[in-house]
């Protein structure tokens, strides 16, 4: 049951990338340098998992309008997301789905980049 | 070769002291498009910064032995004791829970408790590590 949250879909581009990395200190180059990222057997450069886990924390903020709510948050890392090159990157797209028991307030989530679910089991617990 | 499992249990010291500022704050939220208000408080993911310092420290140790490009996360999960704000000084502290090999692979789950200058607890970062080794 529990109430579903409209989807919201994120543009990613590998500026995007370099600025998370800069910004998390994760300077893996496979998450920048399509040479790189071919050679290790990846379709092309892919955002850092924690990058899409970032836009599922950004998803429930969005929802609740503003930003501090959330006490757990928690994915498996199953797909790739492959961002090429230029403006348009690649999209990302979040629902969720509201729900409260025991007086504990959680919600379930998908994340999708084309047909791909990306993340596994992502969910969210949120303060009182 | 695998790795040993005389890993487990083992705790890793201290990352070294990491200030918080309203500059980092703000790129971290800004490259996710994260909302965000000056001071904090800060995106759920937030805490990975210091979480991956620690981690870095496992993968770089020689005598765990393992090989940095082979390995990918396998899964993330972060548990707040409060929201992380512009000022805080917060060192992370990794323990090896458990390890598995399947199929060639090192499945190393990481317990990383985060800690602010006061020695109180902000933010528990559980990660999986899948580690291929030799491939």
Redesign the interface.
């Given at each position: 049951m529990g109430t579903e949250i409209e989807p919201r879909t994120y543009r990613v581009t590998r500026a995007d990338l370099v600025a998370y990395a800069a910004a998390s200190g994760d300077q893996n180059p496979i998450h920048q340098d399509e040479a790189i990222a071919t050679a290790v057997g990846l379709p092309g450069v892919i955002a850092h998992g924690m990058y899409t886990l970032a836009l599922a924390a950004r998803y429930v903020d969005e929802w609740i309008g503003e930003p501090g709510h959330v006490v757990e948050l928690a994915a498996k890392f199953t797909k790739p997301v492959v961002v090429p090159a230029g403006d348009d990157g690649t999209e990302v797209t979040v629902s969720g789905v509201a729900d409260e028991r025991d007086g504990v307030r959680t919600v379930a989530l998908t994340v999708t980049s084309g047909d791909d679910k990306v993340l596994g089991n992502p969910r969210a617990v949120l303060r009182g | 070769m695998p790795v040993d499992q005389s890993l487990v249990g083992r705790t890793f010291p201290p990352t070294a002291p990491y200030d918080v500022t309203e500059d980092?704050l703000a790129?971290?939220?800004?490259?996710?498009?994260?909302?965000?208000?000056a001071g904090?408080?800060?995106?759920?993911?937030y805490p990975?910064?210091v979480a991956?310092?620690a981690m870095q420290e496992l993968m770089v140790d020689p005598e765990v032995g393992i090989e940095l490009?082979h390995v990918?996360?396998?899964?993330?999960?972060?548990?707040?004791e409060r929201?992380v704000v512009a000022g805080d000084r917060l060192v992370a502290e990794l323990t090896v829970e458990s390890l598995r090999q399947i199929g060639g692979a090192d499945i190393i789950a990481t317990t990383s408790a985060i800690t602010d200058a006061s020695g109180a607890l902000v933010c528990t970062a559980?990660a999986t590590l899948v580690h291929k080794a030799g491939a």
């Open positions: - | 980092g790129a971290f939220a800004t490259s996710t498009g994260t909302p965000y208000a904090g408080p800060a995106p759920a993911t990975i910064v991956f310092a490009h990918v996360h396998g899964d993330q999960r972060f548990v707040h929201p559980k």
